[in-house]
């Protein structure tokens, strides 16, 4: 039983994570089972964004998220790649995904650095810190971080989730698979088909059922003993295979009987309550024009305010055009010379524009020259 604590809603993809707070973690020896640490879930879900969940202002009910919400912080800023494989490999890693093999979908990985669908022994998964610190371990659902020439009974099983940090592990590998008969679902490294002679078996609910008896044995057999689940449906992404139960839940929602367009624009008003600081709050722009928000007299001093709270070293940066400082929620460190107010992203965006630096200069001088971009 989760206790109050943090429930954070990321995207790509929606992720949820719920930690109880109840209790505090204190350090102890590796494998030693971690007492009093917190329970940690981690639930992520394929093409489901902020719109969805109510929790964040979306129009699917969600009353359990929103319970634990309601109890503790809700977080809206995530930075995803935009694809399945990578945004994962980063999430679980905490690293860029090209760091850890990651630079696109392991169906489509090469032998070349970045973009080999292989997460390095140097790069350590969430599984393995906290399995490292005592914590029991398990991955339900979809995992697509397993190099595709690897993800046979064959093995080797190293990229596997059990050679990632996870005691157990219940699903299946790939992006997608059906609901109803996954081709390729296991149980650690053991293949299964228990939808065989069973045909409302559904992969969704099975694996719920897995995942609640999972934690249940932990609890029974130790309670102080702290778990992390890593649960990961594939149930949003195609196929979409729901249940009947569920298909009339959704149906009796008449969420669209006024049209898509018209749920867009309700799901946009219930979201600004979430993603909008009131203190910054201009106007609605269902209402207002975007002339008028942009030249009234608060996005004016805002600006000012940007810039004035640049710290010198920004002042003197040579791509401060470029930019301005980035966005003031950011600017969370201090300068190499102790100046608060620098953007923790300005190392990365520094490389980044000495990088271009060159090329993009060129790319000016042939425009103002009325030059092809194109090099022959």
């Excluded at 090469?110 to 969430?126: C, E, M, Q, R, W």
Aim: with cysteine; charged share 20%.
């Amino acid at each position: 039983m989760l206790g109050p604590g943090v429930c954070l809603e990321l995207r790509e993809i929606g992720l949820f994570v719920i930690v109880d707070l109840d209790l505090l973690p204190v350090r102890s020896k590796a494998r030693n089972h971690r007492k009093g640490g917190p329970n940690v879930l981690l639930i992520m879900t394929d093409d489901v964004s902020f719109g969805a969940p109510s929790t964040f202002g979306g129009v699917i009910p969600t009353p359990s998220l929103d319970r634990v919400a309601q109890m503790g912080l809700r977080y809206c800023n995530f930075h995803s790649t935009a694809l399945i494989s990578p945004t994962r490999a980063a999430l679980i890693t905490g690293r860029n995904h090209h760091s850890v093999g990651f630079g696109v979908v392991s169906e489509q990985s090469t032998g070349f650095p970045g973009y080999n669908s292989v997460i390095g022994k140097d790069s350590a998964t969430l599984g393995r810190i906290l399995q490292e610190n005592g914590y029991r371990t398990s991955w339900f659902g979809k995992d697509h971080n397993v190099p595709v020439y690897q993800a046979s009974q064959a093995g080797p099983f190293d990229q596997w989730p059990q050679g990632m940090g996870f005691d157990y592990f219940y699903g299946f590998f790939g992006g997608d698979t059906s609901q109803w008969q996954p081709g390729m679902l296991f149980r650690n490294t053991t293949a299964i088909h228990p939808y065989v002679g069973n045909p409302k078996w559904n992969l969704i609910t099975a694996m719920a059922d897995d995942a609640i008896h999972w934690m249940n044995q932990v609890n029974d057999i130790d309670p102080s003993m702290p778990f992390f689940v890593y649960y990961v449906p594939g149930g949003t992404h195609a196929p979409h295979h729901a249940t009947p139960e569920w298909i009339e839940k959704a149906h009796n929602l008449h969420l669209f009987d006024n049209g898509w367009n018209a749920l867009r624009d309700q799901i946009f008003a219930n979201c600004f309550d979430h993603y909008v600081y009131p203190e910054y709050r201009l106007g609605n722009i269902m209402q207002t024009s975007s002339s008028r928000l942009v030249f009234s007299e608060e996005q004016k001093q805002f600006g000012f305010a940007k810039f004035n709270t640049l710290p010198q070293r920004c002042r003197d940066c040579q791509y401060l055009f470029a930019c301005n400082g980035e966005c003031p929620k950011n600017r969370l460190i201090r300068t190499p010379e102790g100046e608060a107010g620098l953007n923790y992203l300005c190392s990365g965006l520094l490389r980044f524009w000495r990088h271009i630096d060159r090329e993009a200069q060129d790319i000016c001088r042939r425009i103002a020259r009325s030059e092809p971009l194109r090099r022959n």
